[in-house]
């Protein structure tokens, strides 16, 4: 079949800069769509196209017009799902007939949200077999009359879905075919990380996360479980990212098994790859094996994200975060020991009052964090935060759901939160070491 995967456009709205002119907190990122090309890895027998709107966002009627694709599919995070919903309309009038899919992370956490008309089927899941066992019906059924694959459900428009569980098994990783890197190779200059310099690829070692943070939309794509791939399958992956310099460990926790983090580190080493990485790991993994970490940085890890999140034990405990602030302190300094770079993330909460902005501010000026990264309290359907704040949600637009703006009321007057959090983060990024 002749196959169209879409990758959406930088999407999301800013409040701090709608309502007051605060241009510094939004925040635009691109990287290569390596779920689209972990999708593409699995339909050998077909034609399949990837377009990156975040490259090329007027791309898609010409697309369209050229290609005249049998199956849509689109992938999308929460504050794209609007968008998502737009595309999925423009290639329904364009093409009526072709099958519009839709998957991704929202689509794993709240798929209802996509149970629309324009939309035919939705995949909840790593979708890597999936897809492939749908495209496959697809092609011997015209009518479509047959019962979708575990993990993928027929839109109902009007009428709720069937209840859909995530399908995220060891099989569904479907390691003996690697991502299509080939399919947006066109677009490969264009994946850079700027504050570096550098051009970067992705490659995913593990899918999921073994802890369960409230605020983490992770969970939904695995159902909770933590999958890993096989050292050799992420051996041959980044050779096939040839003359990519950096490698970026997309997962969500790189270090999430220690005996196989162990391995893929000793494999590194003595692979000689010639490369820099940068990976997730936990602040108290850092902590209670500086060993593996002296390991990594031999086989040539540059730097490290860290969700510290806060410094203050009561917030890491109400986002059961599952750390101490005593921890992220030494974390801090044993990497800094090692001479990793270290990229931290936190998270203010729109309750934060003058104090809170104070003393993360002065936290952030003390230690040696070379790139913080701070992002606010944000209840993403389907987690845990969002049941927890559901009654407190002002604004339930998802073009909103950035990670930079406030959903919830603010503590302080809204237009001070913003200026505060501006300021923080100009202060931030002053004493950055990157």
């Given at each position: 079949?002749?196959?169209?995967?879409?990758?959406?456009?930088?999407?999301?709205?800013?409040?701090?800069e709608?309502?007051?002119?605060?241009?510094?907190?939004?925040?635009?990122?691109?990287?290569?769509?390596?779920?689209?090309?972990?999708?593409?890895?699995?339909?050998?027998?077909?034609?399949?196209?990837?377009?990156?709107?975040?490259?090329?966002?007027?791309?898609?009627a010409?697309?369209?017009?050229?290609q005249?694709?049998?199956?849509?599919?689109?992938?999308?995070?929460?504050?794209?799902?609007?968008?998502?919903l737009?595309?999925?309309?423009q290639?329904?009038?364009r093409?009526p007939?072709?099958?519009?899919?839709?998957?991704?992370?929202?689509?794993?956490?709240d798929?209802?949200?996509?149970?629309?008309?324009?939309?035919?089927?939705?995949?909840?899941?790593?979708g890597?077999?999936?897809?492939?066992?749908?495209?496959g019906?697809?092609?011997?059924?015209?009518?479509?009359?047959?019962?979708?694959?575990?993990?993928?459900?027929?839109?109902?428009?009007?009428?709720?879905?069937?209840?859909?569980?995530?399908?995220?098994?060891?099989?569904?990783?479907?390691?003996d075919?690697?991502?299509?890197?080939?399919?947006?190779?066109?677009?490969?200059?264009?994946?850079?990380?700027?504050?570096?310099?550098?051009t970067?690829?992705?490659?995913?070692?593990?899918f999921?996360?073994?802890?369960?943070?409230?605020?983490?939309s992770?969970?939904?794509?695995t159902?909770?479980?933590?999958?890993?791939?096989?050292?050799a399958?992420?051996?041959?992956?980044?050779?096939?990212?040839?003359?990519?310099?950096?490698?970026?460990?997309?997962?969500?926790?790189?270090?999430?098994?220690?005996?196989?983090?162990e391995?893929?580190?000793?494999?590194?080493?003595?692979?000689?790859?010639?490369?820099?990485?940068?990976?997730?790991?936990?602040?108290?993994?850092?902590?209670?094996?500086?060993?593996?970490?002296?390991?990594?940085?031999?086989?040539?890890?540059?730097?490290?994200?860290?969700?510290?999140?806060?410094?203050?034990?009561?917030?890491?405990?109400a986002?059961?975060?599952?750390?101490?602030?005593?921890?992220?302190r030494?974390?801090?300094?044993?990497?800094?020991e090692?001479?990793?770079?270290?990229v931290?993330?936190?998270?203010?909460?729109?309750?934060?009052?003058?104090?809170?902005?104070?003393?993360?501010?002065d936290?952030?000026?003390?230690?040696?964090?070379?790139?913080p990264m701070?992002?606010?309290?944000?209840?993403?359907?389907?987690?845990?935060?969002?049941?927890?704040?559901?009654?407190?949600?002002?604004?339930?637009?998802l073009?909103?759901?950035?990670?930079?703006n406030?959903?919830?009321?603010?503590?302080?007057?809204?237009?001070?939160?913003?200026?505060?959090?501006?300021?923080?983060?100009?202060?931030?990024?002053?004493?950055?070491?990157?």
């Amino acid at each position: 079949m002749n196959i169209l995967l879409v990758n959406p456009p930088n999407s999301g709205r800013s409040i701090p800069e709608e309502r007051y002119g605060i241009t510094s907190l939004k925040q635009i990122f691109r990287g290569e769509p390596l779920a689209l090309e972990e999708l593409a890895g699995n339909l050998v027998d077909h034609d399949v196209i990837i377009l990156d709107l975040k490259v090329e966002p007027e791309g898609l009627a010409a697309q369209l017009d050229d290609q005249r694709p049998d199956v849509v599919g689109i992938t999308g995070v929460t504050c794209e799902a609007n968008t998502v919903l737009q595309l999925a309309a423009q290639v329904k009038r364009r093409l009526p007939s072709t099958c519009l899919v839709v998957g991704g992370i929202h689509a794993s956490n709240d798929p209802e949200f996509f149970n629309r008309p324009d939309v035919d089927y939705i995949v909840c899941g790593l979708g890597k077999k999936s897809f492939a066992e749908l495209v496959g019906q697809l092609a011997i059924s015209a009518d479509r009359e047959f019962t979708p694959p575990p993990g993928i459900a027929r839109t109902t428009p009007g009428r709720p879905l069937r209840a859909l569980a995530s399908r995220a098994t060891q099989p569904d990783l479907v390691e003996d075919r690697p991502p299509a890197y080939h399919l947006v190779q066109r677009y490969r200059p264009h994946y850079r990380l700027e504050t570096l310099g550098i051009t970067m690829g992705f490659v995913a070692s593990a899918f999921g996360c073994p802890h369960r943070c409230s605020f983490c939309s992770v969970q939904g794509q695995t159902g909770g479980r933590y999958l890993a791939k096989s050292v050799a399958t992420v051996l041959r992956d980044i050779t096939l990212l040839d003359g990519v310099p950096v490698i970026r460990f997309v997962d969500a926790n790189t270090f999430g098994d220690m005996r196989r983090a162990e391995e893929l580190g000793r494999a590194l080493l003595a692979g000689s790859f010639a490369r820099h990485y940068l990976a997730d790991i936990r602040a108290d993994t850092v902590v209670r094996h500086p060993e593996l970490l002296a390991l990594w940085k031999q086989a040539g890890l540059r730097a490290v994200i860290i969700g510290f999140e806060d410094v203050v034990d009561a917030n890491l405990q109400a986002m059961n975060k599952g750390t101490q602030a005593q921890a992220n302190r030494e974390a801090v300094a044993l990497l800094k020991e090692l001479g990793i770079t270290i990229v931290g993330d936190f998270i203010i909460s729109p309750d934060y009052d003058e104090d809170d902005f104070a003393r993360l501010e002065d936290y952030l000026a003390e230690t040696a964090i070379d790139l913080p990264m701070i992002t606010v309290l944000t209840p993403l359907p389907g987690t845990d935060l969002h049941r927890q704040l559901a009654p407190r949600i002002v604004n339930s637009d998802l073009d909103y759901y950035t990670l930079t703006n406030a959903v919830t009321r603010t503590r302080l007057a809204e237009e001070q939160f913003y200026i505060r959090y501006a300021q923080l983060l100009a202060n931030a990024h002053q004493h950055a070491r990157i």
